[in-house]
T-cell receptor, first 109, second 113 residues
Framework: SQQGEEDPQALSIQEGENATMNCSYKTSINNLQWYRQNSGRGLVHLILIRSNEREKHSGRLRVTLDTSKKSSSLLITASRAADTASYFCATDNFNKFYFGSGTKLNVKP | ETGVTQSPTHLIKTRGQQVTLRCSSQSGHNTVSWYQQALGQGPQFIFQYYREEENGRGNFPPRFSGLQFPNYSSELNVNALELDDSALYLC????????????FGPGTRLLVL
């Protein structure tokens, strides 16, 4: 079974709106990463947040981590049609990695 | 482009056969991880190799095995193929083990008939 689970499973928004995706996990982690995947191709790394960090920014991305609730969120601001993709959170415990089932984001132009 | 390459891009096999998938890691990366991604699902961790040794393994049977070579490229071998093995197989390399950022290749799509 996969440790990370994303919510919602699918999200459809208009270009320019913000998109928020959530991830919950079950056990202690070393860090949590978010990845994007376009149409069943390779995954692209977006951002890594360590277990002792609470918030991190990268361009239009903002990630939060709440280890007490075992949850993380990814916010994409001012979305673009090119952001249309599946987004996955991945947790690791040093040498084992767990991906969730993903959130499918559709940004309508 | 991540610099991680995989071959072949597509493969069709029949049940019971064996398959070898290959991955070249990004320059300077000594750790390679392999994942299986079924259609509509997230990647599932198969195993990780660090400096030619298996360093971690997910819930996959022993017929899934691997190798890492001195140049840190890697192979995934699957014996006695089953229909459920049909999936996208992804490899990812990282600078080191221990939760570093992973850089993924484009994947090999395997179809078992």
């Amino acid at each position: 079974s996969q440790q990370g689970e994303e919510d919602p499973q699918a999200l459809s928004i208009q270009e320019g709106e913000n998109a928020t995706m959530n991830c919950s996990y079950k056990t202690s982690i070393n860090n949590l990463q978010w990845y994007r995947q376009n149409s069943g191709r390779g995954l692209v790394h977006l951002i890594l947040i360590r277990s002792n960090e609470r918030e991190k920014h990268s361009g239009r991305l903002r990630v939060t981590l709440d280890t007490s609730k075992k949850s993380s969120s990814l916010l994409i601001t001012a979305s673009r049609a090119a952001d249309t993709a599946s987004y996955f959170c991945a947790t690791d415990n040093f040498n084992k990695f767990y991906f969730g089932s993903g959130t499918k984001l559709n940004v309508k132009p | 482009e991540t610099g991680v390459t995989q071959s072949p891009t597509h493969l069709i096999k029949t049940r019971g056969q064996q398959v070898t998938l290959r991955c070249s890691s990004q320059s300077g990366h000594n750790t390679v991880s392999w994942y299986q991604q079924a259609l509509g699902q997230g990647p599932q961790f198969i195993f990780q190799y660090y400096r030619e040794e298996e360093n971690g393994r997910g819930n996959f049977p022993p017929r899934f095995s691997g190798l890492q070579f001195p140049n840190y490229s890697s192979e995934l071998n699957v014996n006695a193929l089953e229909l459920d093995d049909s999936a996208l197989y992804l490899c990812a390399s990282s600078l080191n083990w221990g939760g570093e950022t992973q850089y993924f290749g484009p994947g090999t799509r395997l179809l078992v008939l």
